[in-house]
């Protein structure tokens, strides 16, 4: 298995919007949001009547200035649990429904089956019938700045697991690679690297790419 799987325009431009879409509905919501931010948002949409969807100009958001961690700063995210894509108790279903399950499922099928089942077919699979993670997925929502970045870090396999599938959205990321330990004898790969990663684009980090640090830097993303 290759320790880096990239698959540009993996998502194309209407799974992209729609992916987005509802990536921001969640980050915009009440339960995510205060109600001085909510405001400033409606203040800015009412300031920009040709605004058409997707990513706002920065002043419109509330941003976390630095992670509990220092890697990230001037960032939104939010951990997505199963039932979070549906429409709120009450509310009316989403009229894009089938083609969220669709998108979401096409992100679901990049990753491995679950290391946790007794057998293959035990095996936890994405259902093509719910917009859930798969119950093995900690997925995350990240929504960065146009001055936000990512800083140099090697990812714990203890928290993230062995597979990380990242999937880019908005603008233009460069993601960089830096060794950080000793390659193996037989590993004659860089000892630095870029990655761009272009809206669309899916990436597949497996466990040996924590010999490496990484970090991003570029245009808004989510």
Known sequence: ?????????YLDANEQSLLLRHSLRLLDSPSRTTSAGRKRRREWIK???????????????????????????????????????DPPTGAEP???????EA??????ALL????????????P???????SPPSHLILHLLHLSSKGAIYPHVDN??????TIVGISLGGERVMRFNRVQSAADHDSGPANFDVLLSPG???????????????RNGTDAS
């Open 1 to 9: 298995m290759s320790p880096l799987t990239i698959l540009p325009d």
């Open 47 to 85: 300031a920009n009547p040709t605004w058409g969807g997707g990513f706002m100009a920065d002043e419109a958001y509330d941003w976390e200035e630095a992670h509990f961690d220092s890697v990230i700063k001037q960032y939104r995210e939010m951990l997505v649990r199963e039932g979070m894509w």
């Open 94 to 100: 989403l009229e894009d429904a089938g083609e969220l």
């Open 103 to 108: 998108a979401l499922n096409k992100i679901y």
């Open 112 to 123: 491995p089956p679950s290391t946790h089942a007794s057998s293959a077919t035990d095996a």
């Open 125 to 131: 699979a994405a259902s093509p019938t719910t917009t």
């Open 157 to 162: 396999l203890e928290a993230f697991g062995r």
């Open 201 to 215: 684009t899916s990436r597949s980090e497996h466990t040996t790419l924590t010999r490496f640090s990484n970090q």
